[in-house]
């Protein structure tokens, strides 16, 4: 039996889309194959996460990587771990390029010092023959940028799986819950990246009324009004709760590798407000109100007030449904099994 060594990030990261995305191939994967699982890690620490990456993972692969078929790196911050290994088959996960975004934007600092570290490592992705990306954006990046072969390179989707989660209330939601049956809520999943443009989404907020915001993800510079709600690292069992109670999903995120949260916010049929996007227009079609940088606030805000039809939440539904297990593993059989 086909035996996969797969390097996963720390397991406090299990909320996040890389974590999801690699979490839902091992799911598919171990029908057919042996897969050993190895963490960076169970920390937040960033020293402890370090020590795993840097230390442990090399030295790991360098005397039991021969001892396995395949192995799988998680993402592009792991690509340098190629060079300890000894498995007869490498397969690397990107899941998105940026570096044409932080050369055309004005990013943070520490966003460029990430960077820096990611161009070392695509430094090494010439070298690798078996290349898994989630979109056709990624691809094309990977091939215009990297001058990569697209030969070597596989699109596979994020799967989306909620089918054996329930939604589940948390004490976090108390507040939030008082004002429910007042307003309209619309849900925002982002991060002080500045690819999220969070100013926008704020300047969207300020003018807003009568409309709950509801914000998940790790936000430093909060605004305290009433009508804002903010929730970190939360389970899926409490996303899928905030979904349900959701009317409108909204992203101003000015690039995705994929764009995740957009699909699941759909799966529970949301309406979804998002920029017009290369990689949104891929993996939404005509499923989403798309917006520009030239898409007036009034407008965007016109947008989160206007009520969804019934045909219109089934059209989003059966969208996501394009990203569930059984349709991914089905059209992309071929490229799970290079894996």
Known sequence: MHKILWIMPSKKSNYSGVYKYNEELIKIKKKKSIIHVLHTGNS???LITFFYKFIILPSYLLFYSNKFDSLVLPEEGYIFLRLF???????????DYRESFIKSNKVKFNEKIKQLY????FLFLSKCKNIVVPSNFTKNQLIKYLSINSDNIYVIPNIINFLKKKPKYNSKFQNLKKNLKKIKTVMCVTSNETRKNLKLLYKIIRKSKNINFVIVGNINNNLNLNNVFYFR????????????????????SL???????????????LKVVCFDTETNKEILSNT???????????KIINY???????????RFFKNSKKYSQISVYKKFKKEINEI
Request: net charge positive; hydrophobic share 40%; no cysteine.
């Open 118 to 121: 990611l161009d070392i490592n």
């Open 304 to 314: 989160l007030n206007t009520n969804s039809s019934s045909n219109q939440k089934l």
């Open 255 to 269: 690039y995705e590798g994929f764009g995740r949260t957009l699909v699941e916010a759909q799966y529970f049929k």
């Open 85 to 95: 290994s000894f498995a007869k088959k490498n397969t690397i996960i990107i899941h």
């Open 233 to 252: 690292n939360i389970s899926d069992e409490n996303l899928i709760y905030l979904f349900k109670i959701s009317k409108v999903f909204l992203d101003v």
């Open 44 to 46: 937040k620490l960033y």
């Open 288 to 298: 989403a109100t798309l917006i520009n940088k030239n898409t007036k606030i009034k």
